[in-house]
């Protein structure tokens, strides 16, 4: 039985290495370059970078008119 699971693993090892094997792999340094490219294009939407000057979720005081 022990040998039988151990085969199993073994074959279960071979699989996962040819589907890793198969996949196409980028440059680091390419990927990172369409990263930063992709972040300067969107900074100026960026609500993290830019604050937003109205924040929608504050709530709205009113002052008396009375006074």
Do not use: G
Not at 17 to 43: E, F, G, M
Request: aromatic letters at 8%; glycine letters at 0%.
């Amino acid at each position: 039985m022990n040998r039988m699971v151990e085969l199993e693993n073994k074959r279960r090892e071979v699989y996962d290495l040819r589907i890793h094997y198969s996949l196409q792999r980028h440059k680091v340094s390419a990927s990172l370059k369409d990263l930063i490219d992709y972040c300067q294009q969107n900074t100026a939407s960026d609500p993290l970078i830019n604050r937003v000057k109205d924040n929608p979720f504050v709530e709205k005081k009113w002052l008396c008119e009375l006074i």
